[in-house]
């Protein structure tokens, strides 16, 4: 990882919506009543004329930037990833899938990144919603470098996007000379004996995970983040298959997101390796997102323990437990 420092995505993203509006004068924003949650309140005050905020009416919200998009402006939606998702799923299908419309839409709170705030303001369903709609786009950067660069690709991408992020703190992965391209995973590290394919704050959880493997057992782990959910990298699945040992992690349920949609191309090009899907799969009291994350067994921790697993159930390598 390139530093020790840490981001905020949603401040990252927020921020970087003025630099956007001065690039591209058809950018609007449509916020309902969360631009301080989602740190858009600079463009808000850059560009009064080009802020909407609809207040608490999500479903509103999505409607009124399908619109904006029909009179050829590039509107980007915030809001939590469970209000885009759930509450305004119909408006994201219809208004906007369906007509494939360029509204962007910034959902923070994805996963169980919101923490003490419960369930209800966790976005543990949203891949598995936005995926499954025709023309959907679905994103999920994992460090302020990608982050930004995956909202430059916007602008000249055509059809509709989700993009979602947590709102723990991330650490650096790449540096300025990173190439951003929707829908072609990123390879943070090379190795042959295992693959983590990751996405968002599971991304560094997996680079922690693999020099922890390479330290203790000697191992190399390939660590594949896969920030684009749909239309996802089929090459960089196969490529990992080669290891015969995947890991799959996601702040997300197990059910319609990244571990099912990965082990869907592995079926499909029949691929046999041993595999294990890390989400979210029961409810539980409102905690502490680090501790939900170890909860559910992906942080580095998990990712390590599961890979060992995979590797130890190879019966022609012998391991040395206690090394």
């Given at each position: 990882m390139c530093g020790e420092k840490q981001y905020y995505l949603r401040n990252v993203i927020g921020e970087y919506m003025t630099q956007l509006g001065e690039k591209q004068k058809k950018i609007v924003i449509v916020n309902a009543d969360l631009a301080g949650t989602c740190r858009n309140r600079d463009f808000v005050e850059r560009f009064p004329e080009r802020a909407f905020n609809v207040g608490i009416a999500e479903q509103n919200m999505v409607s009124f930037a399908a619109g904006l998009a029909h009179e050829g402006f590039i509107p980007f939606v915030f809001s939590m990833a469970p209000f885009i998702s759930m509450r305004a799923c119909e408006q994201c299908r219809t208004d906007v899938a369906y007509a494939n419309m360029n509204v962007r839409m910034i959902a923070p709170y994805a996963g169980c990144s919101g923490g003490i705030s419960g369930a209800t303001h966790w976005g543990i369903e949203d891949c598995a919603i936005m995926s499954s709609m025709p023309n959907m786009t679905v994103l999920e950067p994992c460090d302020p470098i990608q982050a930004i660069k995956m909202m430059e690709k916007t602008l000249d991408y055509d059809g509709p996007i989700y993009l979602r992020s947590g709102v723990e703190p991330v650490n650096?992965?790449?540096?300025?000379?990173?190439?951003?391209?929707i829908g072609k995973a990123s390879i943070v590290s090379d190795g042959n004996d295992g693959a983590f394919i990751c996405s968002g704050i599971t991304v560094q959880y997996a680079v922690q995970a693999a020099i922890q493997i390479a330290r203790r057992y000697g191992k190399t782990i390939r660590v594949v983040d896969m920030h684009t959910i749909k239309p996802i990298d089929r090459q960089a699945i196969i490529d990992a298959a080669r290891t015969a040992h995947i890991v799959v992690a996601q702040d997300h349920s197990k059910i319609g997101g990244l571990g099912q949609q990965v082990a869907e191309v592995l079926v499909s090009e029949s691929l046999q390796?041993?595999?294990?899907?890390l989400g979210i799969d029961k409810f539980v009291a409102m905690a502490h997102a680090p501790y939900l994350y170890h909860l559910f067994g992906y942080?580095?921790?998990g990712l390590e323990k599961e890979m060992v697993k995979l590797l130890q159930a190879d019966t022609t390598v012998h391991w040395d437990v206690g090394r």
């Open positions: 650096a992965i790449y540096d300025e000379t990173y190439h951003y391209e390796v041993k595999f294990a899907n942080d580095a921790e």
